[in-house]
């Protein structure tokens, strides 16, 4: 495959990719096989999240791609079927990433970035516990609270501000200076904002159709809706399976699951008649209790429930 076939087929993938991680991984693959031609897959990777008609929803799930892809990268390549590539490249270029993930004008995709962030600081072997606290912790100064009580707007942040430093660590930056700019926000509009004191029945609080704005381009279709909830389930789901990662040194040897299997076998001594007998009377008042659960009348086997 020619490197501008193999960049527009990885661009049409990207644009309609969908969060599940199956789709992601074989994104990543494809562009692993290609990555001959990293010079001319990695720019198109980046016209998407540069190009303002993809939403936004889309371009978070080409950064999830871009994780998923740092990460089969390393992994093959410790193998020694690739040299690492798009490692580079995404390191480089991840400032700017985050910057058109996470919009000027919203505070929007910020855990999504977080969860993702953190992800490629293990795999680049980048320390980012001091940020990972910071960003789960309330940023507020004093300033801060004297300007949200003058009803002040927070100051947009631009990458340019963060000065010249690792592009990791700069990335990070610009994530706390948003999740920032969102608790301010937030605070300013509890402050500040106009509440309703009027007593609202129900029925006029959850009339959405007449109070909808047609006109709205912000507003959300039911299927950017959907797409938008199965991507934070999977950004969710992929979070939690961080916390099951473990680094174990090579040079210390572990029990494998057959010796650890075998060693429990061996160690539990074998049941007595009297036991044994307790045990299937136990199983047997587990078996009536799911049988009366059932709402059809179940057909008990007494040989097969013994």
Same mark, same amino acid.
């Given at each position: 495959m020619d490197p501008f076939e193999a960049a527009s087929q990885l661009s049409q993938t990207l644009r309609s990719l969908n969060p599940q991680i199956a789709q992601i991984t074989k994104a990543a693959h494809?562009? =692993?096989? *290609?990555? $001959?031609? +990293?010079?001319?897959l990695f720019p198109s990777i980046m016209d998407i999240f540069k190009d303002p008609e993809v939403e936004l929803n889309q371009k978070n799930i080409v950064f999830q791609f871009i994780e998923v892809l740092v990460n089969e990268s390393c992994t093959y390549s410790a193998q020694g079927k690739y040299a690492y590539p798009f490692v580079d490249a995404v390191r480089t270029h991840l400032p700017n990433i985050v910057a058109l993930v996470v919009p000027h004008n919203a505070n929007t995709n910020l855990y999504n970035v977080f969860s993702v962030l953190e992800s490629l600081a293990s795999l680049f072997k980048s320390d980012c516990s001091k940020y990972v606290k910071m960003f789960n912790s309330n940023l507020l100064e004093d300033s801060d609270f004297e300007s949200i009580g003058n009803d002040i707007p927070y100051p947009e942040v631009e990458l340019d501000e963060l000065g010249d430093h690792d592009s990791m660590e700069t990335a990070w930056k610009f994530l706390i200076q948003k999740k920032k700019q969102s608790q301010y926000e937030w605070q300013r509009q509890l402050k500040n904002g106009t509440s309703c004191e009027n007593i609202i029945d129900e029925d006029e609080m959850f009339d959405l159709k007449s109070k909808t704005d047609t006109n709205n381009k912000m507003g959300l279709s039911k299927k950017q809706v959907l797409n938008r909830m199965e991507d934070d389930r999977e950004s969710h789901k992929r979070s939690k399976e961080l916390l099951w990662h473990v680094d174990r040194p090579k040079e210390i040897s572990y029990l494998s699951e057959d010796e650890f299997f075998g060693y429990y076998y061996s160690k539990i001594h074998k049941l007595e008649d009297v036991q044994f +007998?307790? =045990? =299937? *009377? *136990? =199983? @047997?008042?587990? *078996? +009536?209790?799911?049988?009366?659960?059932?709402?059809? @009348? #179940?057909? $008990? #086997?007494?040989?097969?429930? #013994?």
């Open positions: 494809f562009a =692993l096989r *290609n990555s $001959i031609h +990293e010079d001319y +007998e307790i =045990l =299937l *009377n *136990n =199983l @047997k008042d587990c *078996n +009536e209790t799911a049988t009366r659960s059932f709402k059809d @009348k #179940q057909v $008990i #086997q007494e040989d097969a429930a #013994q």
